[in-house]
């Protein structure tokens, strides 16, 4: 089974700064997802980054994934206080039916 | 609107009690699924369906089980609660592909 694993538990920036949660995973994989969760919201896809890629971005966001060390990044720029959330990362198993298996998640906070 | 609907956004029940929360998709997804949270932000995944296969994580108690009438609609009944199914419970939906999981608000369980 795959597992993933977020590195830190919580990271707390002030408005401006960047972010960078890492992610590490156990097994082989297809895709490694990064979602995020805003209090009292089911979590939301921000990025997907196929085994074959080594880097997508999408606005604010970067995502980088390196199959050797089998990590993830996920670096936010130009951090807003919106942005506070928790941060997973997630992976795919074999079969399609056993949905994502999700890291522990790292709880970001931006203050003003 | 497509999404993932879920009722009720909160429950509060007695242990030994049975309740039962409802799930619906408009996004068309031929497979649901329904994650466990923990106080800690931990995301579990209970079980995995589609109109072809249940798949259950073998570390959930039997008192759970989903219930489909349709792809569209993804129960979860508990027979008898106990004090540690307190917690958030999220449905989700996704395709064949697996590429992006859409998931519910969340019903939040305190068993007291």
């Known amino acids: 089974s795959q597992l993933a694993e977020e590195n830190s538990w919580a990271l707390s920036v002030h408005e401006g700064e960047s972010v960078t949660v890492n992610c590490s995973y156990k097994t082989s994989i297809t895709a490694l997802q990064w979602y995020r969760q805003k209090s009292g919201k089911g979590p939301a896809q921000l990025i997907l980054?196929?085994?074959?890629?080594r880097e997508k971005r999408n606005g604010r966001l970067r995502a980088t994934l390196d199959t050797s060390s089998q990590s993830s990044s996920l670096s936010i720029t130009a951090t807003r206080c919106e942005d506070t959330a928790v941060y997973f990362c997630a992976t795919d198993g074999d079969n399609y039916a056993q949905g994502l298996t999700f890291g522990l998640g790292t709880r970001v906070s931006v203050f003003p | 609107e497509t999404a993932v609907f879920q009722t009720p956004n909160y429950h509060v029940t007695q242990v030994g009690n049975e309740v039962s929360f409802n799930c619906k998709q408009t996004l068309g997804h031929d497979t649901m699924y329904w994650y466990k949270q923990d106080s800690k932000k931990l995301l579990k995944i209970m079980f995995s369906?589609?109109?072809?296969?249940?798949?259950v994580n073998e570390t959930v108690p039997r008192r759970f089980s989903p219930q489909s009438s349709d792809k569209a609609h993804l129960n979860l009944r508990i027979k008898s609660v106990e004090p540690e199914d307190s917690a958030v419970y999220l449905c989700?939906?996704?395709?064949?592909?697996?590429?992006?999981?859409?998931f519910g608000k969340g019903t939040r369980l305190t068993v007291v």
């Open positions: 369906y589609n109109n072809k296969q249940l798949i």
């Open positions: 989700a939906s996704s395709d064949r592909g697996r590429t992006e999981v859409f």
């Open positions: 980054i196929r085994s074959n890629e």
